[in-house]
Every structure is written in structure tokens, then in C-alpha cells.
């Protein structure tokens, strides 16, 4: 069983930053893929980025990129989102996840591919 708990979240002003977390209470972190999702108000879940195993490949998506960093450390069981250059529809609760390999390498930007979930933090910015 995978626990993941989100921290860092808050208020910022367009143009500004921040740094989500992500620790997780398994002792085999290191084997599986971490994501990033988010869900704004009346909207789908959205892929943000993710992360595999092993030698830490990313992924993004098109809305963030270049913009956000993900990061893992093993050795600490966490994850890590940096937020640059935050725009207000960025605001959303955003989502640490935990996928298996298999089903990862299945379809790495579909929420349905990560069994494991955080309960989310807050992410508001304004304009």
C-alpha cells in the first residue's frame, strides 16, 4: 500500500512560483512512476508531468512545459513540482500520484494508470 501526502500549495500572484511536495510511505519508492495531476472547478482531471523510476525520465504537459520542473528523491520518498511563471489557469487542487511500472509504461498521462493517490493541495493564483 502506497500513501502519498501533498504539501507546499497556497496563494501566489501571476508570475510567481511555487514548490509542491509529495512524500510517500512505501518503502520501495524508488520502483515505481510519481505524477502530477490537476483539477480546476467543473473541469477533468489534467495531466501535469510525471516521473519513471529508475533513471528519472519526465514528461509534461503542453500547458506547463517549460514552466514546471518535476523531481524525485529516493532516498526521501518525495516528489517535487516546481511551479515557475504561474499563470491564473493554473489554479486547480493538485494531485501527487504512484503508478506500477506496468502500468505506467500502459499509458503514463492517464489518471487511470496510477493506482495510488494524495488528497490533494490548493493551488490558487491571481491575477
Known amino acids: 500500500q502506497v500513501q502519498l501526502v501533498e504539501s507546499g500549495g497556497g496563494l501566489v500572484q501571476a508570475g510567481g512560483s511555487l514548490r509542491l511536495s509529495c512524500a510517500a510511505s512505501v518503502r520501495t519508492f524508488g520502483r515505481y512512476a510519481m505524477g502530477w495531476f490537476r483539477q480546476a472547478p467543473g473541469k477533468e482531471r489534467e495531466f501535469v508531468s510525471t516521473?519513471?523510476?529508475?533513471?528519472?525520465?519526465?514528461y509534461y504537459g503542453n500547458s506547463v512545459k517549460g514552466r514546471f520542473t518535476i523531481s524525485r528523491e529516493n532516498a526521501n520518498n518525495t516528489v517535487y513540482l516546481e511551479m515557475n511563471s504561474l499563470k491564473p489557469e493554473d489554479t486547480a487542487v493538485y494531485y501527487c500520484?504512484?503508478?506500477?511500472?506496468?502500468?505506467?509504461?500502459?499509458?503514463?498521462?492517464?489518471?487511470?494508470?496510477?493506482?495510488?493517490w494524495g488528497q490533494g493541495t490548493q493551488v490558487t493564483v491571481s491575477s
Open positions: 516521473i519513471s523510476w529508475g533513471d528519472a525520465v519526465t
Open positions: 500520484a504512484a503508478a506500477s511500472p506496468g502500468n505506467w509504461l500502459s499509458d503514463k498521462y492517464n489518471a487511470h494508470q496510477y493506482g495510488y
